[in-house]
């Protein structure tokens, strides 16, 4: 069964530095979600994704954040300068088309720890 | 704005009986979706169950079950015959529909525990 992938599984990077979290959506699939989940908390929306565009973006994903898809199958979030609050885990999600009757799949995770 | 709450942090239950999760949801539409996922150890989002609100019969997905209570915003999941693979942090979400995008607004979650 197709499924998202996500890579690494664990990124530890010093305060300041940029990262990149990569995602690998199931191949067909037209929209793609980034989550965030602070340990012990909610899952929380950042950005969507669809037509090489941001589509809704939440108001933590500030100026310091910027998502793309640089070729054609791989989805990337990267944090410019992270911050001790940006650790948590980031998910990603893909959905097939962009109506409501299809639900989005997602990925294992990155934990990011941002020392 | 759409919200989603799940006002149980925590429940156990013994193996092989059953457990209802609560969760209820505050919109204003009237076409929408909702999910239970279940969050095990390992940190990945599983989907559970989905129920559709334009139908008014509830889902169920072998033992899981959902109760779906339109008027009152009220999207509840019954497991019966809890497993220990169970055990897990399950969400309640909510899938909204703005923007041409449909992003899901989770609750904080409930954590289950499994006794044997």
């Known amino acids: 069964e197709p499924e998202v992938t996500q890579t690494p599984s664990h990124q530890v990077t010093q305060m300041g530095q940029e990262v990149i979290l990569r995602c690998v959506p199931i191949s067909n699939h037209l929209y793609f979600y980034w989550y965030r989940q602070i340990l012990g908390q909610k899952v929380e929306f950042l950005v969507s994704?669809?037509?090489?565009?941001?589509?809704?973006k939440s108001e933590i994903f500030d100026d310091q954040f910027s998502v793309e898809r640089p070729d054609g199958s791989n989805f990337t979030l990267k944090i410019r300068s992270t911050k001790l609050e940006d650790s948590a885990m980031y998910f990603c999600?893909?959905?097939?088309?962009?109506?409501?009757?299809?639900?989005?799949?997602f990925g294992p995770g990155t934990r990011l720890t941002v020392t | 704005a759409q919200t989603v709450t799940q006002s149980q942090p925590e429940m156990s239950v013994q193996e092989a009986e059953t457990v209802t999760l609560s969760c209820t949801y505050d919109?204003?539409?009237?076409?929408?979706?909702l999910f239970w996922y279940k969050q095990p150890p390992s940190r990945q989002m599983i989907l559970v169950i989905r129920q559709e609100a334009y139908k008014q019969q509830n889902a169920t997905e072998n033992r899981f079950s959902v109760n779906f209570q339109k008027a009152a915003k009220s999207f509840s999941l019954k497991i019966s015959d809890s497993q220990l693979g169970d055990a897990a942090m399950y969400f309640c979400a909510y899938r909204l529909s703005t923007s041409g995008t449909y992003k899901y607004i989770f609750g904080t979650g409930t954590r289950l525990k499994v006794l044997a």
């Open positions: 994704f669809y037509n090489n565009e941001i589509s809704e």
């Open positions: 999600a893909s959905q097939v088309q962009g109506a409501i009757t299809y639900e989005q799949y």
């Open positions: 919109t204003s539409e009237s076409d929408y979706y």
